[in-house]
């Protein structure tokens, strides 16, 4: 337990929004769908987001959008015939 906190910090939301880019908005909606890592009430009018919890978030990312499976539906998610565009 111990590591964990040494190595654990608080991120508040302007960092949290820089190292995603995405909108305050965009981050909400994705942590009500659990689809993002939700904040941890650090006091009455705080939150705070977890950096390792974060981190893996990003890695989980990476790692989907370079799975194979990922680039094979890529088309389909892009709403296009193909990468290079319709033929």
């Known amino acids: ?3 964990y906190i040494e190595t654990t910090r608080f991120e ?5 929004l820089t190292r995603v880019s995405v909108t305050r908005s965009t ?6 769908a659990n689809k993002f890592p ?4 650090l006091g009455e009018n705080t939150v705070a987001w977890d950096s390792r919890a974060v981190d893996r ?3 989980d990312r990476i ?5 194979a499976e990922s680039l094979r539906t890529l088309p389909e998610r892009m709403g296009k ?7």
């Not at 939700?38 to 009430?41: L, S, T």
Request: no cysteine; proline share 6%.
């Open 63 to 67: 790692t989907e959008s370079r799975s």
């Open 1 to 3: 337990m111990s590591n």
């Open 81 to 87: 015939a193909g990468v290079g565009g319709a033929k």
């Open 38 to 41: 939700a904040p941890i009430r």
């Open 57 to 59: 978030w990003i890695a």
């Open 27 to 32: 981050l909400y909606r994705w942590v009500a």
């Open 12 to 16: 508040r939301l302007p960092a949290i």
